[in-house]
């Protein structure tokens, strides 16, 4: 692909993985889906990074996310897919991990970029009032003041912890998420991956329905019509983890579960009407000799006791299922 003054090269992975990621679309029954996201219009794109330095862009209809990755990250999924194919389709797709759909190769003139395409975990129909990215690791994990000065912040452990936060979703629903959590994190313990958080996003029914009532509102006082096309003005803000936009309401917090996967609604005595998005994100950390070193140092300056997110990885898991078992009612 050539332009005035540039070339543009796009590759795929080998071509046994791209029949599996092609196996997993149909384990996800998303092909097409798929296929049309990124067709039908061109995706979204953000000039920020997070912490990871990684970019991310989102399709058209905010179902499918890509992201930027390095090449240590590249090696992984080459090492990991078979082993992810192979647990993905014998749990018959009930999982919590990262739905990885494609991985491609971007050279321009020369300078190769490496990018993911993977299911988005938040609603492409309704909006995400609040989010977090949870570890299970207290030490530096909470909001710097630049992340909280964005429209839509990315809030961490700490933070969750001092609001005294809880994810209300009945003695059943627990039950069933801390299982699948348990397989998804025993499957990545296996592999030696760890740093891999739970992204959890807040839709408030109460808040929506308040905020559509404004914009109708707003719409009639300025004589808007709804077959005028006004323009989304919709902004990214990622931290090291996906992105929301401000999507189309549905009313009453409705949503489709064949297509907000990772939703699951509060329970019937949750102190407020919610719907919830959970999902594993960040799980290509393998544990080798660069962590092990950053392991040693962060002991070194926070002590022995301190829970620093830097651990091995069967360690990891174990913090990581007790955290969320605590903050899930």
């Known amino acids: ?18 029949g599996l990621m092609h196996e997993l679309l149909k384990a996800y029954h998303k092909y097409v889906d798929f296929l049309n996201s990124f067709t ?9 990074s997070g912490k990871s330095g990684s970019k991310f862009m989102m399709s058209a209809d905010k179902k499918y996310v890509i992201k930027t990755i390095s090449s240590e990250e590249v090696g992984l999924m080459h090492e990991l897919l078979k082993a992810y194919h192979k647990y993905v389709v014998e749990i018959h797709g009930e999982t919590l991990l990262p739905q990885y759909l494609g991985m491609y190769r971007l050279t321009v003139d020369g300078n190769e970029t ?3 395409i993977m299911r988005g975990v938040f609603s ?15 030490v530096d994990r909470q909001a710097s003041d630049k992340e909280k000065a964005k429209d839509f912040p990315t809030f961490k452990d700490q933070d969750f912890l001092k609001e005294n936060n809880k994810i209300y979703v009945g003695a059943e629903a627990k039950q069933k998420l801390l299982t ?3 397989h998804d994190v025993e499957f990545l313990a296996k592999l030696k991956l760890m740093d891999y958080s739970l992204l959890a996003g807040i839709h408030d029914v109460a808040k929506a329905e308040q905020e559509e009532r404004e914009r109708l509102e707003a719409e009639e006082k300025n004589g808007f019509h709804e077959d005028e096309d006004s323009g989304s003005g919709e902004t990214f803000t990622p931290p090291d983890s996906p992105m929301n936009v401000s999507p189309a309401l549905l009313s009453s917090g409705e949503c489709d579960l064949s297509e907000d996967l990772y939703a699951i609604r509060a329970s019937d005595d949750s102190p407020k009407e919610e719907v919830y998005f959970l ?13 092990k070193a950053a392991m040693a140092a962060k002991t070194v300056k926070h002590g022995a006791g301190a829970e620093i997110s830097t ?18 009612e």
Do not use: C, N
Not at 124 to 138: E, N, P, V
């Open 114 to 116: 490496y990018m993911i």
């Open 180 to 182: 699948t959590l348990e």
């Open 1 to 18: 692909m050539m332009s005035a003054d540039k070339k543009y090269v796009i590759k795929t992975i080998s071509s046994e993985e791209v």
């Open 124 to 138: 492409s129909t309704l909006a995400i009032h609040r989010k977090y990215d949870l570890k299970g690791s207290t």
């Open 279 to 291: 999902g594993l994100i960040d799980i290509l950390t393998h544990w080798g000799a660069r962590k």
């Open 40 to 48: 039908s219009s061109a995706p979204g794109y953000d000039d920020s």
């Open 311 to 328: 651990v091995k990885p069967e360690q990891y898991a174990k913090r990581f299922l007790e955290f969320i078992s605590k903050a899930v």
